[in-house]
C-alpha cells in the first residue's frame, strides 16, 4: 500500500484546510481498501475505486448500513466475496471515522496512514505517534564487524517512552528495554514440537540410512536376498542417508508489537529448543538493532539465557526494522545461509524501516536459502489477513507463513510440511478451517 | 450519451423510492432500496443475482410500474443473436422494394429496420426512460455478453448501414441473473452489483400478505409455515416465494375453508393444491405421511415463536 497521501500538506507546503484533508483521508482509505480486498482475493473490477468513491458520494456518511451496501454493490461480484468485505469493512469504517473525528477534534492520531494486520486503535490521548519511516532508515553507516555474541547494529537516539498497559498493533520506532535476568515461568515444553517441526525440515544427511534408488549400494542387504535365489544376485539395492537434521538461520523480531501478542516464555524456550535440535543454527534478535544471540542460546538452564541476553546487552521492545536486520545480517554474517539452511523469521511483519530493504533482503534469503518460512504471531487469530505492507511484500519471497504462538502452531506446520508439500501456510491450518 | 436520466433521479431520494415499493407490494429491505437508489442516481446498470424466485425480475417490473413508464424485456436464452436482440433488416419488405425497382436510394434505411428490444429501449420516447430488463443473461451465450458491452457502457448500437444510434434518454438497466454461469467481468465492471437473498420467514410473510390481501394473516402464516417446512426436505426443486404466492392464491381460490383463519389447514386442503408447490413428480412422491404430519404441525405453529 503507498503511503497515505492525506496525512501530509498541500504540494505547494500550505497546510490543508481540514475539509481538504478530510476528504483525502477518505479517499486514501477508500484506496487502500479496495487494496485490502484485491489482496483478500475479492474479485474487485478495476474501475472499483471509481465507482465506489461516486457511490459514497451519493449515500453520504451519515448511515454505515447505506455506506456499507453501496460499497458493497460496487466492490463485489460474488456472493463468496460478501463475508471477506463485510470484515475488512469495518476496519475501513473505522478508519474513515477516525479521519472524520479527526477533523472535528483538531489533533488527533492520523490512524489512517498506519496500515497494521489490525485496525490502528483511535489513541484517546493522542501519545501514540505517527511512524516516521524516512527517520528509521536512513542509517546505513552502522559499524558492523564484531563476532558472534557480540551487539551489533545501530542505536538509536531520541526514542519515544514505552506506554505501558497497551497493547500495540504497530511498532513504533520505540525505545528498546533491556532485557532483565529473571526467571521464566513454568510454561509448556515445546521441545516435543520442536522435534517434530526438525523431522519435517531435515534437509540434511543423518547417520541413518534408508532405500533410495539413487544412494550407494546395499551389498549387506543384497547378499541377504541372495539367500533366495541360490546365491545369484538378482538385483542390488540401494541405500542413503536419510535427511535428519536442520542448518538453520532464525531471526527473531523482539519488537514491542510482537511482544505484546507473543509469550516471551514461549519464544526463549523454542529458541533453546531450535539451538538443541537443529544441526547449527544461527539465530538473531532485532527490533531496530541487531543482536546474535546464538551462543547464549546454548547455556545450562533458560534462566542462564537471560542473564546471558542481560550480559550481551540485547534488548527488546522496540520498533521494528526487518529490512535493516536482514541487511545487517546479510552484512555482516553471509555464511549463515547457504543452499541447506532454513530461514525462520518470527515477525509480526509491521515493518515501519524501509520496503525496499525489506525486499531485497528477503529476495536474498529466497535465492540462497533451501527454505525460508514465516512465523507470525498475528496470523494464530482467525480473522487475521496478511494484508499489512511489510507482509504484502515479504508473501512472495516466502514459502510459507503460519501462526506462532503455541506448541500446537509447530505441531501444525509439521504436520502441513509432512503431508502436503505446497503451498503450505496459516490459511491451511486445520483448526482455522475447522 | 446524455445524462437525462441521471438528471431525472438527481433529486430522488431513499423515502421516495421505498414508497414506490410500498405502492407497488414490493418488499425490499434497506440492502435492495439502497443499491437501486444508487443505481438510479449513478446511472449505472444494475446486476442482480439471486436464487430462482427471490425477486429479480419482479424488482424490473416494479420500478416500471412505480415510476410509469414503459418495460422493455430481454428474456436471454442459449444462442440469442444479435438480430433477435438489437435490430434487424425486413429482408421480405426489401426484397419487394427492390423487386418494384421503383427506389432510388438504399433499402438500408429507417423504413427496413425492426427494432429488437435492446434497441427500442435506446429509441424509446417517452417522458420518462423505459426499464429495460435483460434477464437471465446467465443463460445466454458468453458472445452475447460482449454484444452488450457497447449498449451498457455508452448506451448506444452501432449498425454499420445506418451509423450510430446512441439513446437521448438511457434507460434504467436491470439484469439479472441465476449464477448458472459466471458472468464476465467485463460486464460485472459495468453494472452494480445486487445479490438478492431468499427471504426470511418474515419477509416471505409480509409478502404474502401484500400480494394476496384477501388470505387471512393466520392462514398466510400457516402458508409461510408449510413452505419454509417442505424446503428442510431434501426436494428436486424446492418452492420459491412465486410457489408460495400461487398456493396462496390458490387457497383463496378454492374458498373459503382454507382462507378462514378459524379453519385451520387440513390434509386434503395441502393434498389438493400441492402442485402449486412442487414440480417435480419425485417431490410430489416425497410426500407421505409422516412428511405430511410434519406439515400440519408447521402450519399450527405461532408464527411469532
Request: glycine share 8%; with cysteine; proline share 6%.
Amino acid at each position: 500500500m503507498s503511503p497515505d497521501p492525506g496525512s501530509g500538506p498541500a504540494r505547494d507546503g500550505s497546510e490543508l484546510d481540514p475539509l481538504t484533508a478530510a476528504q483525502r483521508h477518505v479517499r486514501s482509505a477508500l484506496v487502500g481498501f479496495v487494496d485490502d480486498l484485491r489482496t483478500a482475493g475479492v474479485d474487485v473490477p478495476a474501475d472499483g475505486s471509481l465507482v465506489a468513491a461516486e457511490a459514497l458520494a451519493v449515500v453520504g456518511f451519515d448511515d454505515e448500513h447505506a455506506a456499507r451496501t453501496g460499497l458493497r454493490s460496487a466492490l463485489v461480484s460474488r456472493p463468496a466475496d460478501v463475508e471477506t468485505f463485510d470484515r475488512l469493512f469495518e476496519r475501513f469504517w473505522r478508519r474513515v471515522s477516525d479521519a472524520l473525528d479527526q477533523d472535528d477534534a483538531p489533533g488527533g492520531v492520523d490512524t489512517s496512514s498506519l496500515d497494521g494486520g489490525f485496525a490502528p486503535l483511535p489513541s484517546d490521548d493522542g501519545e501514540v505517534e505517527t511512524v516516521e519511516e524516512s527517520d528509521a532508515d536512513d542509517d546505513g553507516g552502522a559499524d558492523f564487524g564484531g563476532s558472534r555474541s557480540q551487539r551489533i547494529g545501530w542505536k538509536e537516539e531520541g526514542r519515544r517512552t514505552d506506554t505501558e498497559g497497551q497493547v500495540a498493533r504497530f511498532s513504533p520506532v520505540g525505545e528498546s528495554t533491556r532485557v532483565e535476568a529473571e526467571s521464566l515461568g513454568l510454561g509448556d515444553d515445546p521441545t516435543p514440537a520442536v522435534r517434530a517441526l526438525t523431522d519435517a525440515l531435515a534437509t540434511r544427511p543423518g547417520r541413518r540410512s534408508v532405500p533410495a534408488p539413487d544412494g550407494r549400494p546395499d551389498v549387506r542387504r543384497a547378499m541377504r536376498r541372495s539367500h533366495a535365489t541360490g546365491g545369484a544376485v538378482m538385483e542390488v539395492p540401494e541405500r542413503a542417508p536419510a535427511p535428519t537434521s536442520v542448518r538453520g538461520l532464525v531471526l527473531v523480531d523482539v519488537s514491542r508489537s510482537v511482544l505484546d501478542t507473543l509469550d516471551r516464555d514461549f519464544l526463549v524456550r523454542v529458541l533453546r529448543a531450535l539451538t538443541a535440535e537443529w544441526r547449527t543454527v544461527r539465530t538473531f534478535l532485532f527490533d531496530t538493532d541487531v543482536t546474535e544471540v546464538t551462543d547464549a542460546l546454548s547455556a545450562d538452564s533458560p534462566d542462564a539465557t537471560l542473564r546471558a541476553f542481560d550480559r550481551l546487552e540485547a534488548a527488546w521492545g522496540g520498533g521494528t526494522r526487518i529490512g535493516h536486520a536482514l541487511t545487517t545480517v546479510r552484512e555482516t554474517a553471509p555464511t549463515a545461509v547457504d543452499r541447506d539452511t532454513v530461514v525462520l523469521i518470527v515477525s509480526d511483519g509491521l515493518e515501519t524501516g524501509d520496503l525496499s530493504r525489506l525486499e531485497d533482503g528477503l529476495a536474498w534469503l529466497d535465492r540462497r536459502a533451501r527454505q525460508v518460512f514465516w512465523l507470525n504471531p498475528l496470523a494464530a487469530s482467525t480473522a487475521y489477513e496478511p494484508t499489512c505492507r511489510g507482509m504484502a511484500a515479504a508473501r512472495p519471497h516466502v514459502d510459507g507463513l503460519f501462526a506462532f504462538a503455541e506448541p500446537a502452531d509447530l505441531y501444525d506446520i509439521a504436520r502441513q510440511l509432512r503431508r502436503r508439500r505446497r503451498p503450505v501456510g496459516y490459511e491451511y491450518d486445520w483448526r482455522r478451517n475447522g | 450519451m446524455t445524462d437525462d436520466t441521471h438528471d431525472d433521479f438527481e433529486t430522488l431520494t431513499r423515502e421516495r423510492l421505498q414508497s414506490v415499493f410500498d405502492e407497488t407490494d414490493y418488499v425490499a429491505e434497506d440492502e435492495i432500496t439502497t443499491t437501486v437508489l444508487l443505481a438510479l442516481k449513478l446511472g449505472r446498470p444494475l446486476l442482480v443475482e439471486g436464487e430462482p424466485g427471490a425477486g429479480k425480475t419482479e424488482l424490473a417490473k416494479v420500478l416500471a410500474t412505480g415510476f410509469d413508464t414503459d418495460l422493455v424485456r430481454l428474456q436471454c436464452y442459449e444462442g440469442l443473436a444479435a438480430e433477435s436482440a438489437l435490430y434487424e433488416w425486413n429482408y421480405t419488405k426489401q426484397l419487394l422494394a427492390v423487386q418494384s425497382g421503383g427506389r432510388e436510394d438504399s433499402v438500408f434505411t429507417e423504413e427496413f429496420l425492426l427494432e429488437r428490444p435492446l434497441l427500442r429501449a435506446l429509441r424509446h420516447e417517452g417522458d420518462r426512460p423505459p426499464v429495460l430488463l435483460i434477464d437471465e443473461v446467465d443463460r445466454a451465450d458468453e458472445e452475447f455478453e460482449a454484444l452488450l458491452l457497447e449498449v451498457l457502457s455508452d448506451f448506444q448500437v452501432s449498425i454499420p448501414e445506418l451509423g450510430t444510434i446512441t439513446a437521448d434518454r438511457p434507460p434504467i438497466v436491470v439484469i439479472t441473473s441465476n449464477r448458472t454461469r459466471a458472468l464476465s467481468d467485463a460486464l460485472k465492471r459495468r453494472c452494480l452489483y445486487l445479490h438478492v437473498e431468499p427471504p426470511s420467514p418474515e419477509k416471505e410473510r409480509a409478502i404474502v400478505q401484500r400480494k394476496v390481501p384477501e388470505l387471512d394473516d393466520a392462514v398466510a402464516a400457516a402458508v409461510c409455515n408449510v413452505t419454509g417446512r417442505l424446503r428442510e426436505e431434501p426436494l428436486l426443486k424446492p418452492p420459491g416465494v412465486a410457489e408460495t404466492l400461487d398456493w396462496a392464491r390458490a387457497l383463496t381460490a378454492l374458498d373459503g375453508a382454507a382462507a378462514d383463519a378459524d379453519a385451520p389447514l387440513t390434509e386434503s386442503d395441502i393434498r389438493t393444491t400441492l402442485g402449486c408447490l412442487l414440480k417435480e413428480v419425485e417431490d410430489v412422491e416425497r410426500i407421505d405421511d409422516e412428511t405430511m404430519s410434519a406439515l400440519l404441525t408447521a402450519a399450527t405453529e405461532d408464527p411469532s415463536a
